[in-house]
């Protein structure tokens, strides 16, 4: 069994109020799955309390997919007439048919991202040329308009086909348990990314209803890391700190509760566009990065490799 570890983080204000009253223990054992409870069924176990979504309905997955796929053929034959006139002629013309179609097409798009988020995913991983050749789409930049929408409804499609282990229809289609000692959610999965589709989902859940905001305010929860490795050289990284559940490493976040602020962005410049010390930057990151506060990093589009913390058993101290 493998259970990918992730931390729940409250914000500044949720948990202040309980440090105030010394009922700490409270909102971690009682209110939080009280508020898991507004969005999902909950069953507990031991030390463990069990998360139980509702499950997906994948047809109307498909059938937000195949609608988007309708409107979308029928605004790349708009968009063939265009790029056929513009090499004719020189000149571009966009009908308002076409107009209105391509921001139907981006709405539609849109719909689908917010409520299946792991299809985004594919932006990332998929290159714009390598999607005009597995969709024999023909575009041109000087014909801009509606590339965006076809590059990445394509995208989406071959990732659903290629990357199936990514879970992204049904991402709460997986078993967990949130342990109220460690304030982790303990997702059963061997994929990384479905895990995190699964937690980006729940997040999504807790956050968009009014119940569960009036028990524990507005969450995020973060990777578990075991490691954080900087490979190479960097000029520039950029990080963001959540507010933490607990002691920050060597105090250098005590201005998050001074100010009561969520989360803290830092960016890290090397002088004079020399590149920064690697050694010091992750030992700092990494020790966040281990208790669950670390929301993100990221350096100009090179890789910092991240490996999440996982588990093949799970108890009280997990």
Do not use: W
């Not at 499609?157 to 709460?172: A, H, V």
């Amino acid at each position: 069994m493998n259970y990918i570890v992730f931390k729940l983080n409250v914000q500044p204000n949720i948990l202040l109020k309980y440090e105030k009253n010394n009922e700490i223990k409270h909102l971690l054992s009682y209110i939080i799955p009280l508020a898991f409870e507004s969005v999902l069924q909950i069953k507990e176990h031991k030390s463990f309390f069990e998360l139980i979504p509702d499950q997906e309905d994948e047809q109307e997955f498909r059938t937000l997919l195949d609608d988007l796929e309708s409107k979308t053929n029928e605004l790349y034959k708009l968009y063939e007439q265009i790029l056929l006139h513009y090499r004719n002629h020189h000149e571009i013309h966009y009908s308002q048919k076409f107009l209105k179609l391509n921001d139907k097409c981006m709405n539609m798009r849109r719909f689908l991202e917010n409520k299946y988020p792991g299809v985004t995913k594919a932006y990332k991983i998929i290159e714009d040329e390598n999607i005009e050749r597995y969709a024999n789409i023909d575009v041109d930049s000087k014909v801009g308009t509606a590339i965006t929408h076809l590059r990445k409804f394509h995208k989406i499609k071959f990732y659903i086909e290629k990357y199936k282990e990514d879970n992204i229809i049904n991402s709460l289609n997986l078993k967990s348990y949130y342990n109220p000692n460690t304030e982790h959610i303990l997702v059963n999965s061997k994929s990384e990314t479905a895990a995190i589709n699964y937690i980006t989902a729940l997040v999504n859940l807790l956050n968009n209803n009014s119940s569960a905001i009036e028990h524990i305010g507005k969450i995020n929860i973060n990777p578990v890391y075991e490691s954080i490795s900087l490979d190479g050289e960097y000029n520039e990284i950029n990080y963001v700190i959540v507010y933490p559940n607990g002691n920050p490493p060597m105090d250098r976040y005590n201005i998050l509760k001074e100010v009561e602020a969520k989360e803290i962005e830092s960016k890290l410049v090397g002088a004079d566009g020399k590149p920064l010390k690697n050694e010091p930057i992750q030992m700092m990151i990494e020790e966040d990065a281990k208790k669950g506060y670390l929301k993100s990093i990221s350096s100009k589009g090179k890789n910092i490799i991240k490996k999440i913390k996982t588990l093949a058993k799970i108890d009280e101290t997990s």
